[in-house]
């Protein structure tokens, strides 16, 4: 810090020089004191204070050193500087002398930390140089032996495994010997575990371990191969040969033998059922002896009950076998009742629970998840689904009822059903979830509308492919009498007649008075009517006018109903049926138009072999020559031999209408080429127009004829009369008749000026070409030519 004259103040206690105030000059002095300002003491320097204190700012006072000379004061003096001599204040020595000795303390304090230091830094220099090397040789030495400690542990406990091994393997071969199967079986899993940990162990590849392994896999296979024997032995299988199948006969011949000892014979023998098959399961092979046994009973014995109802089974218990065959009975029905399918299949899981799979499983040591597990439950996880398939489709299929009214006799079936699980469950066969085969048989109102379905398919699959000239007259008083339609502003169901209410007496009922459930009635998804007619009936269909018109009705009758099946048999079905759902309004064009195709095919055809046979008449032309005139004659003579074939063919099958519109235009194709090749001829003689006209005429006496529709020809004369309606061309062809006679006068006078029965036929342009072929050119042509027009 720092005086208000600028000098600095050193503190009181520092033993520094700088405590020593200089003392200044004479003359600098005088200006100070004269400037009036008076120094320590009871002077002030720029401000008043207590007497003895210094001014704010201002140090008290400034110890003088010795040594200092009287040359100067300090600056803190009474401010009259005019004294020489260098005395200090006499307060200030006494603290000087106390203050000395405190300094020189510390310095020798100082020099002795100083010292210590330099010992310090001595020490950890000696330290860092041979200490650390000593250290770093120890942690050296730790670690090898550390290493070292680590191998010999690993030596140790391979040879502990190895030790474990081989008392296991003799162990496995005592046990073994005294047919103690099980403890064998444990002791070689035992072996295997120590053998597995061995070969785990990287970086000791021993060569012994590879001797081991086959060592354990030979003495593996050999307990396997002697538990295989046992194993035959106490399960013994007589088959019939391969080459007679699975026949009823061969059925007959096959046993199963099951040996059986005493507990007082096993404990002689050491062998039982339960040691072989429980030495089995610890060897993890038992799965495939008991798939192995249990596809042969599904094969031989389980399956053969179920598809043969005539096969009963036999037991035959002896000292040490249980025998099981059958016997053939004559049968009752062609299909067992579910009842006593189940009970030939129970007897037969209570022998096998007797005698051979009441056995609790030994899981292998390491695997202790599946303790408590049984043979039996086992055996039916494997076979279970196999076997509830085959009973379900060969058993409870043929039992489901084919009428409503049998459904409440299914419900023995449903009870003894759960009765045959529970026995089953109670023998451990089944699991408490499984129950497949109860869900089918309770789920029967279901299985009764998929069968009556079925059924109905495969009767009309019958019917398709049936002869289709097996035909049904239907006549408007044979036709099926529907039920009166319902009034359709009606919308109470409650208040409407039953449909047996609506139904005459002499009309066939076919339907069940008793509903059911809304999920019982469903339509088959596949229309067959659509697929099999037409595939199947194919090429007859192409080939036979007679079938393509039967076909023709078959898919007309049904189309019309199906405009009425879904309100005949509305309120027969469930609510959900019965709100408009169940209508088959959709399907009737698709078989009308399945009908319309198939005949229109077979026209088609006809009308290719009407062209045909027109085509070899040599286009009419130069009738003068005989032989063209026979060709067309003959040409004319087949066409109306086709046309009253097909009247005949489709007499009485096709409806009037429809046969006298498909004669018609027939007749109409052949009338309509015969013009188209008159009217392009251009060059008629006389005697060409009188064999035209003669041609012509033979299609006009005898082309009504084709109408046939009924057997009776008093009554097709309506029809042969009303030739006009059905032909097209009719007038057309008979117009051209009256040209081919007349003479130019009389056409003109036909033309009547484009009103007359001639331009109602015929256009200008085929007149004139009619005339220009008939008449030569004279002025009587051209003034008849003018006037058509």
Same mark, same amino acid.
């Given at each position: 810090?720092?005086?208000? +004259?600028?000098?600095?103040?050193?503190?009181?206690?520092?033993p520094?020089?700088?405590a020593? +105030?200089?003392?200044?000059?004479?003359?600098?002095?005088?200006?100070?004191?004269?400037?009036?300002?008076?120094?320590?003491?009871?002077?002030?320097?720029?401000?008043?204070?207590?007497?003895?204190?210094?001014?704010?700012?201002?140090?008290?006072?400034?110890?003088?050193?010795?040594? +200092?000379?009287?040359?100067g004061?300090?600056?803190s003096g009474?401010?009259?500087?005019?004294?020489?001599?260098?005395?200090?204040?006499t307060?200030?020595?006494?603290?000087?002398?106390?203050?000395?000795?405190?300094?020189?303390?510390?310095?020798e304090?100082?020099?002795?930390?100083?010292?210590?230091?330099?010992?310090?830094?001595?020490?950890?220099?000696g330290?860092?140089?041979?200490?650390?090397?000593?250290?770093?040789?120890?942690?050296?030495?730790?670690?090898?032996?550390k290493?070292?400690?680590?191998?010999?542990?690993?030596?140790?406990?391979?040879?502990?495994?190895?030790?474990e091994?081989?008392?296991?393997?003799?162990?496995?071969?005592?046990a073994?010997l005294?047919?103690?199967?099980?403890?064998?079986?444990?002791?070689?899993?035992?072996?295997?575990?120590?053998?597995?940990?061995?070969?785990?162990?990287?970086g000791?590849?021993?060569?012994?371990?590879?001797?081991?392994?086959?060592?354990?896999?030979?003495?593996?296979?050999?307990?396997?191969?002697?538990?295989?024997?046992?194993?035959?032995?106490?399960?013994?299988?007589?088959?019939?040969?391969?080459?007679?199948?699975?026949?009823?006969?061969?059925?007959?011949?096959?046993?199963?033998?099951?040996?059986?000892?005493?507990?007082?014979?096993?404990?002689?023998?050491?062998?039982?059922v339960?040691?072989?098959?429980?030495?089995?399961?610890?060897?993890?092979?038992?799965?495939t002896?008991?798939?192995?046994?249990?596809?042969?009973?599904?094969?031989?014995?389980?399956?053969?009950?179920?598809?043969?109802?005539?096969?009963?089974?036999?037991?035959?218990?002896?000292?040490?076998?249980?025998?099981?065959?059958?016997?053939?009975?004559?049968?009752?029905?062609?299909?067992?009742?579910?009842?006593?399918?189940?009970?030939?299949i129970?007897?037969?899981?209570?022998?096998?629970?007797?005698?051979?799979?009441?056995?609790?499983?030994?899981q292998?040591?390491?695997?202790?998840?599946?303790?408590?597990?049984?043979?039996?439950?086992?055996?039916?996880?494997?076979?279970w689904?196999?076997?509830?398939?085959?009973?379900?489709?060969?058993?409870?299929?043929?039992?489901?009822?084919?009428?409503?009214?049998?459904?409440?006799?299914?419900?023995?079936?449903?009870k003894?059903?759960?009765?045959?699980?529970?026995?089953?469950?109670?023998?451990?066969?089944?699991?408490?979830?499984?129950?497949?085969?109860?869900?089918y048989?309770?789920?029967?109102?279901s299985h009764f509308?998929?069968?009556?379905?079925?059924?109905?398919?495969?009767?009309?699959?019958?019917?398709m492919t049936?002869?289709?000239?097996?035909?049904?007259?239907?006549?408007?008083?044979?036709?099926?009498?529907?039920?009166?339609?319902?009034?359709?502003?009606?919308?109470?169901?409650?208040?409407?007649?039953?449909?047996?209410?609506?139904?005459?007496?002499?009309?066939?009922?076919?339907?069940n008075?008793?509903?059911?459930?809304?999920?019982?009635?469903?339509?088959?998804?596949?229309?067959?009517?659509?697929?099999?007619?037409?595939?199947?009936?194919?090429?007859?269909?192409?080939?036979?006018?007679?079938?393509?018109?039967?076909?023709?009705?078959?898919?007309?009758?049904?189309?019309?109903?199906?405009?009425?099946?879904?309100?005949?048999f509305?309120?027969?079905?469930?609510?959900?049926?019965?709100?408009?759902?169940?209508t088959?309004?959709?399907?009737?064009?698709?078989?009308?138009?399945?009908?319309?195709?198939?005949?229109?095919?077979?026209?088609r055809v006809?009308?290719?072999?009407?062209?045909?046979?027109?085509?070899?008449?040599?286009?009419?032309?130069?009738?003068?020559?005989?032989?063209?005139?026979?060709?067309?004659?003959?040409?004319?003579?087949?066409?109306?031999?086709?046309?009253?074939?097909?009247?005949?063919?489709?007499?009485?099958?096709?409806?009037?209408?429809?046969?006298?519109?498909?004669?018609?235009?027939?007749?109409?194709?052949?009338?309509?080429?015969?013009v188209?090749?008159?009217?392009?001829?251009?060059?008629?003689? +006389?005697?060409?127009?009188?064999?035209?006209?003669?041609?012509?005429?033979?299609?006009?006496?005898?082309?009504?004829?084709?109408?046939?529709?009924?057997?009776?020809?008093?009554?097709?004369?309506?029809?042969?009369?009303?030739?006009?309606?059905?032909?097209?061309?009719?007038?057309?062809?008979?117009?051209?008749?009256?040209?081919?006679?007349?003479?130019?006068?009389?056409?003109?006078d036909?033309?009547?000026?484009?009103?007359?029965?001639?331009?109602?036929?015929?256009?200008?342009?085929?007149?004139?070409?009619?005339?220009?072929?008939?008449f030569?050119?004279?002025?009587?042509?051209?003034?008849?030519?003018?006037?058509i027009?």
């Open positions: 810090m720092r005086s208000p +004259a600028g000098t600095e103040t050193p503190h009181p206690f520092c520094s020089p700088a020593v +105030a200089p003392v200044p000059p004479r003359g600098a002095e005088r200006e100070d004191g004269g400037g009036g300002g008076r120094l320590a003491g009871g002077g002030r320097a720029g401000s008043l204070g207590p007497p003895g204190q210094a001014g704010p700012g201002h140090p008290a006072r400034a110890p003088v050193p010795p040594g +200092a000379g009287a040359e004061r300090a600056g009474r401010g009259a500087a005019g004294s020489g001599s260098g005395r200090a204040p307060g200030l020595v006494p603290k000087y002398s106390e203050f000395l000795p405190s300094v020189q303390a510390a310095e304090l100082r020099a002795q930390v100083q010292e210590l230091c330099g010992s310090i830094d001595l020490l950890k220099a330290i860092e140089s041979e200490v650390q090397r000593d250290l770093n040789v120890a942690v050296a030495e730790f670690t090898e032996l290493q070292q400690l680590e191998r010999d542990t690993l030596v140790l406990s391979i040879l502990k495994k190895l030790q091994f081989d008392i296991a393997m003799e162990k496995y071969n005592t073994f005294e047919k103690k199967y099980v403890a064998a079986a444990q002791h070689l899993e035992t072996a295997r575990s120590s053998l597995r940990l061995l070969e785990s162990r990287k000791f590849e021993l060569k012994i371990l590879k001797a081991l392994g086959t060592e354990l896999t030979v003495q593996t296979q050999n307990m396997l191969y002697h538990l295989g024997e046992e194993w035959q032995k106490l399960a013994v299988w007589k088959l019939p040969p391969s080459k007679e199948g699975s026949s009823l006969e061969s059925v007959v011949h096959s046993e199963l033998h099951l040996h059986t000892v005493s507990s007082k014979e096993e404990e002689i023998a050491g062998t039982s339960a040691s072989v098959l429980q030495a089995f399961a610890v060897l993890g092979e038992l799965h002896k008991l798939k192995i046994f249990g596809q042969l009973l599904l094969k031989h014995i389980l399956k053969p009950l179920i598809l043969y109802p005539s096969l009963q089974p036999c037991t035959e218990e002896q000292s040490d076998v249980f025998i099981l065959r059958f016997k053939s009975e004559e049968p009752s029905l062609d299909h067992s009742s579910p009842m006593k399918v189940f009970d030939k129970k007897l037969i899981f209570e022998v096998l629970h007797k005698y051979l799979l009441n056995v609790p499983l030994e292998p040591v390491e695997d202790k998840k599946g303790c408590g597990v049984t043979l039996a439950e086992l055996l039916g996880d494997m076979i689904e196999d076997l509830s398939d085959c009973l379900i489709q060969n058993c409870l299929v043929n039992s489901i009822p084919t009428n409503s009214s049998k459904l409440e006799q299914y419900i023995e079936v449903i003894s059903t759960e009765e045959f699980e529970k026995a089953l469950k109670n023998m451990q066969f089944l699991k408490e979830d499984t129950t497949d085969l109860l869900k048989a309770r789920n029967v109102n509308a998929n069968k009556k379905c079925q059924d109905v398919i495969v009767a009309a699959r019958n019917l049936s002869e289709i000239h097996n035909t049904v007259k239907i006549t408007p008083d044979s036709c099926v009498a529907l039920p009166k339609l319902p009034n359709p502003g009606a919308g109470d169901h409650s208040k409407m007649p039953k449909a047996s209410e609506l139904l005459h007496n002499n009309m066939v009922n076919l339907e008075k008793t509903k059911l459930s809304q999920h019982t009635f469903s339509l088959p998804t596949c229309r067959i009517s659509f697929c099999i007619m037409p595939t199947y009936h194919k090429e007859n269909l192409q080939k036979l006018p007679q079938l393509a018109a039967i076909h023709h009705n078959n898919c007309m009758y049904i189309a019309h109903h199906l405009l009425t099946l879904g309100h005949q509305r309120y027969r079905l469930t609510n959900i049926l019965c709100d408009g759902a169940a088959f309004v959709d399907m009737v064009p698709g078989f009308r138009r399945l009908g319309t195709e198939c005949f229109l095919a077979q026209m006809q009308k290719g072999e009407i062209l045909e046979r027109l085509s070899s008449a040599r286009n009419f032309s130069n009738m003068d020559d005989e032989e063209n005139y026979r060709a067309a004659n003959k040409a004319i003579r087949q066409v109306l031999h086709q046309l009253k074939r097909l009247g005949k063919v489709w007499q009485d099958v096709l409806p009037v209408n429809v046969y006298c519109k498909a004669m018609g235009t027939l007749l109409n194709t052949a009338l309509t080429e015969i188209t090749r008159i009217t392009a001829l251009e060059d008629i003689s +006389a005697e060409d127009a009188n064999r035209l006209y003669s041609l012509c005429r033979i299609m006009v006496e005898e082309g009504p004829q084709v109408f046939t529709p009924l057997p009776e020809d008093d009554k097709n004369k309506k029809y042969q009369e009303e030739v006009p309606v059905y032909v097209q061309k009719w007038m057309t062809f008979k117009e051209l008749m009256i040209i081919l006679q007349a003479n130019l006068q009389e056409i003109v036909q033309w009547a000026d484009g009103k007359g029965p001639l331009a109602a036929e015929f256009s200008a342009a085929e007149v004139k070409s009619l005339i220009r072929a008939l030569q050119n004279t002025e009587r042509r051209a003034a008849a030519l003018a006037k027009k």
